[in-house]
């Protein structure tokens, strides 16, 4: 069983930046691929950014690529989403995810464990 718990969210004017982290408890931090995902009001829960166990491969969905970096420190057993530019669009709650096994998925069905989410607002 992993808990997570997301931290980092708030409010910030357009083009401010943001860094969510997200904290795991339990063991093993290493052997599960990680997600970091978004759901705006009224709107289906979207994928944002995963990287791999052991941190060597990320993706990134195409609306936050060259602005947000998804990054873990294994030894913390947190993963990080640094968030730069930020946009209007870009308000949502951000919801962080772990898979079993280290590879890395955009696909939200494919992850096991998930934290409750941090609200992120951005006025423009």
């Known amino acids: 069983q992993v808990q997570l718990i997301e931290s980092g969210g708030g409010l910030v004017q357009a083009g401010g930046s943001l860094r969510l982290s997200c904290a795991a408890s339990?063991?093993?931090?290493?052997?599960?691929?990680m997600g970091w995902f978004r759901q705006a009001p009224g709107k289906e829960r979207e994928f944002v950014s995963t990287?791999?166990?052991?941190?060597?491969?990320?993706y990134s969905a195409d609306s936050v690529k060259g602005r947000f970096t998804i990054s873990r420190d294994n030894a913390k057993s947190t993963v990080y989403l640094q968030m730069n530019s930020l946009k209007p669009e870009d308000t949502a709650v951000y919801y962080c995810?772990?898979?079993?096994?280290?590879?890395?998925?955009?696909?939200?069905?494919?992850?096991?464990?998930w934290g409750l989410g941090t609200q992120v607002t951005v006025s423009s």
């Open positions: 995810a772990a898979k079993l096994g280290r590879g890395w998925s955009s696909n939200r069905y494919e992850y096991d464990y």
């Open positions: 339990g063991r093993s931090f290493s052997t599960y691929g």
């Open positions: 990287i791999t166990g052991s941190g060597g491969d990320t």
